[in-house]
């Protein structure tokens, strides 16, 4: 069972923010802000050609990228409370809020944010495999990491582990469903998601004591190969099938 923070109500200025965000999503969320997001970047005091076009962002979040998500509720609020206590001084590249008092209602917010992504990516792509993701630490960090780095790499991540679930026929091998998941990112061929894998792999270890070998990805890669592989089979005999009995039929029609 997830315990929750709420169903609660967080007066944020006078901004009313519902967080329903389950409180083990907090900790993922705080993993991954400490681990791999980071914190304070504005292009107007801290640019650096190192950092691309990246708008305004803070915990990982680009406020111009990702602007749908900031329109209203814990979006809105996030960056009002930033305008409010931000300053130049202060603020300097990587500021983190660190022991301030608006810290935890900051990371309070992030988690309701990137959670609301990850309930409407879920059910579009994961669907009825959701719960297999939820029950288990590990694949429930990769999939809420997975809010970050974009609608289109969440549903590539679910392909793959939809196609592994299907693959096994009903007994879930949870060793393998984890290592699916680092193989599509450290194989990704997107040096950024696959530096993403890597730190995903350890913080598995370090946080939950779970640890996922080179020989596993190697499989999982091996297997993902062999089902594309399938698939691809099927399909063409499909094809090739309609086009004989199409054949057929215009015969029979002459």
């Not at 329109?71 to 500021?95: E, P, R």
Request: aromatic share 12%; net charge positive; charged share 25%.
């Amino acid at each position: 069972m997830m315990k929750y923070l709420g169903n609660t109500t967080l007066m944020v200025g006078a901004t009313p923010v519902i967080i329903t965000a389950p409180d083990k999503f907090q900790k993922y969320a705080n993993i991954l802000i400490d681990n791999i997001e980071g914190g304070y970047y504005n292009p107007d005091w801290h640019y650096t050609p190192a950092m691309g076009i990246s708008g305004e962002t803070m915990f990982g979040m680009d406020r111009k990228a990702g602007k749908d998500l900031f329109v209203s509720g814990a979006g809105k609020a996030f960056w009002d409370l930033i305008d409010q206590h931000k300053t130049q001084d202060k603020w300097k590249h990587y500021y983190m809020a660190k022991g301030e008092s608006f810290e935890k209602t900051l990371r309070l917010l992030a988690t309701q944010i990137m959670y609301n992504q990850f309930v409407t990516l879920s059910k579009k792509y994961l669907k009825d495999n959701t719960s297999i993701v939820t029950n288990d630490d590990c694949l429930a960090l990769h999939f809420f990491y997975a809010c970050w780095n974009g609608s289109g790499r969440f549903q590539k991540f679910a392909a793959a582990i939809n196609d592994e679930i299907k693959r096994q026929g009903g007994k879930t091998d949870i060793n393998m469903l984890r290592a699916v998941a680092l193989n599509s990112r450290i194989n990704s061929g997107n040096k950024l998601i696959e530096r993403g894998g890597k730190k995903m792999q350890t913080l598995w270890k370090s946080k939950f004591g779970v640890e996922v070998s080179e020989q596993q990805i190697e499989i999982a890669k091996k297997n993902s190969k062999s089902y594309a592989w399938l698939w691809w089979t099927l399909g063409g005999l499909a094809l090739v099938g309609g086009g004989i009995a199409f054949y057929k039929f215009n015969i029979k029609k002459k």
